[in-house]
C-alpha cells in the first residue's frame, strides 16, 4: 500500500517536472467545442484563397516556439515599450501575419477570451501540416498567451541562415529535439521561399562549391546582384519541383547538392545528420512520422499554463493595451 502511494507520488511529481501535464487533448472541450473546428474552417478558407498562408503557419510556430516558450510572443506588435520581434532580422521574409486576425476573430464571435493566441499558432500550423500534404498530426492545447516580446535574446535561439550545424543542433537539442528530429524539421523548407539577401553569400564571389554548378547558375539569374535591395522581392523556391507540398524532395534536393541554405546543405556533410537526410529521402513515410513526432516537441516547448500569461483578446496586443 505505502509503496504504491509512493510511486503515484513519484509519477505526478514527473508529470510535473516535464512541465506537460497542463497541455491536454481538445483542451477547448466544455469551453468552447467548435473551437478547433473553426481553426480548421479559417485556416482551409485561407490557404484556398491564400494557398501561403499553410506555408506562413508552419514558419510561425518554429519563430514562436523556439524562443523561451508556446506563447504567441511573436505575434506581438510594436507599441507601449513592447518591441515585436517581428521587427528581428531573423523574422526577415515572414508575411500573412494580418490573417491570424482573421482566425482570432472567428473565435472571439463564438467564444470571447477564451481561445488563446499561442494554441492558434500550434493548431494552424498543425492543419497547415495536413493541407500542405503532410502529415495529420495529434496536437494538444491549453497554452496561454505571453506578455512580453523577447526580441532582446531572440538571436540567441533562432539560428541564422548560415550557421553552423553544431550550433543549430544544440539549438534544438536546448528544446529537447533530438538530431533526428532536427533533421526532420528542416524539412518544413520543402516549401516556401528565401529572398536573395540570404542566398547570395553562396554565390558571390564564387559559387559555393558544394552546390551543384548547373543549379548554382540558376541561382544567380535568380539573384543577379551580390547586394540585393532587402525591399526586392527576389527569391528562390526552396523545392522548385513541389513548392506547395511538404515532402521528402527537400532531402532528395539535398543529396544532388540542391540545397538552398547552409543550415539546409550542411544537413548532408555531417556524420550526424546524413544518416537521416539518406533515410528521409527513401521514404516519406518515415519523414513524415519523423516530423510529426519532432513538431509535437516542439509545440510543446516550455508553453505557458494554468494562471501563467493570458488570454489575449487581440493577437497583436497585450490585454492591459486592449
Ligand atoms: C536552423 C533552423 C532554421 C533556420 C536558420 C531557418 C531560416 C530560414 C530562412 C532564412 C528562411 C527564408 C526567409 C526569407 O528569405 O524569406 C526560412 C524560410 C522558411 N522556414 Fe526556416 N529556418 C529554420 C528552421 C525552420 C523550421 C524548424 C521550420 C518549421 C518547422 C521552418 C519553416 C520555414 C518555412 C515554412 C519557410 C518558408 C517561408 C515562406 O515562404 O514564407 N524553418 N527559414
Ligand atoms: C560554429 O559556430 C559557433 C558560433 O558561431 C562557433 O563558436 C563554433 O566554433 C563553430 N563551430 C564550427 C565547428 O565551426
Ligand atoms: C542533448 O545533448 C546532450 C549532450 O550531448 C545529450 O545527452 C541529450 O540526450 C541531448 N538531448 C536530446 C533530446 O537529444
Given at each position: 500500500m505505502a509503496t504504491k502511494s509512493v510511486l503515484l507520488l513519484l509519477q505526478l511529481l514527473l508529470l510535473l517536472l516535464s512541465g506537460e501535464c497542463d497541455l491536454e487533448l481538445n483542451y477547448y472541450k466544455e469551453s468552447c467545442p467548435k473551437a478547433e473546428d473553426i481553426i480548421t474552417e479559417q485556416v482551409t478558407?485561407?490557404?484556398?484563397?491564400?494557398?501561403?498562408?499553410?506555408?506562413s503557419w508552419l514558419r510561425n510556430i518554429f519563430h514562436d516556439c523556439i524562443v523561451e516558450s508556446c506563447?504567441?510572443?511573436?505575434?506581438l506588435d510594436t507599441m507601449n515599450g513592447i518591441i515585436s520581434e517581428k521587427t528581428s532580422q531573423r523574422s526577415f521574409g515572414m508575411r500573412n501575419f494580418k490573417y491570424i486576425n482573421t482566425i482570432k476573430d472567428a473565435l472571439e464571435t463564438e467564444c470571447p477570451l477564451t481561445v488563446s493566441c499561442a494554441d492558434i499558432l500550434s493548431l494552424s500550423a498543425r492543419d497547415a501540416?495536413?493541407?500542405?500534404?503532410?502529415?495529420?498530426i495529434k496536437m494538444k492545447t491549453g497554452r496561454r498567451d505571453s506578455t512580453e516580446s523577447y526580441v532582446a535574446v531572440?538571436?540567441?535561439?533562432?539560428?541564422?541562415?548560415?550557421?553552423?550545424?553544431?550550433?543549430?543542433?544544440?539549438?534544438?537539442?536546448?528544446?529537447?529535439?533530438?538530431?533526428?528530429?532536427?533533421?526532420a524539421l528542416l524539412g518544413a523548407h520543402s516549401v516556401g521561399r528565401v529572398h536573395c539577401m540570404n542566398l547570395v553569400g553562396r554565390l558571390y564571389p564564387d559559387i559555393d562549391p558544394t552546390i551543384?554548378?548547373?543549379y548554382g547558375e540558376?541561382?544567380?539569374?535568380?539573384?543577379?546582384t551580390p547586394d540585393p535591395d532587402p525591399k526586392a522581392v527576389q527569391y528562390a523556391r526552396n523545392d522548385p519541383e513541389t513548392p506547395m507540398v511538404l515532402d521528402n524532395m527537400y532531402f532528395k534536393n539535398l543529396l544532388s547538392h540542391k540545397?538552398?541554405?547552409?543550415?539546409?546543405?550542411?544537413?548532408?556533410?555531417?556524420?550526424?545528420?546524413a544518416p537521416f537526410v539518406e533515410k528521409m529521402a527513401s521514404d516519406n513515410d518515415y519523414f513524415h512520422q519523423q516530423f510529426s513526432r519532432a513538431l509535437i516537441l516542439l509545440c510543446q516547448n516550455n508553453p505557458l499554463t494554468g494562471d501563467q500569461g493570458e488570454i489575449r483578446k487581440d493577437c497583436r496586443y497585450v490585454n492591459s493595451y486592449n
Open positions: 478558407e485561407l490557404y484556398n484563397k491564400h494557398g501561403n498562408t499553410a506555408v506563447d504567441a510572443s511573436l505575434l501540416v495536413a493541407l500542405l500534404g503532410g502529415p495529420h531572440l538571436t540567441d535561439f533562432i539560428p541564422n541562415h548560415d550557421d553552423n550545424i553544431s550550433l543549430v543542433l544544440s539549438r534544438f537539442n536546448s528544446t529537447g529535439i533530438d538530431e533526428e528530429g532536427t533533421v551543384d554548378p548547373d540558376g541561382l544567380r539569374r535568380r539573384c543577379p540545397g538552398l541554405m547552409l543550415v539546409d546543405q550542411q544537413l548532408v556533410s555531417d556524420p550526424r545528420t
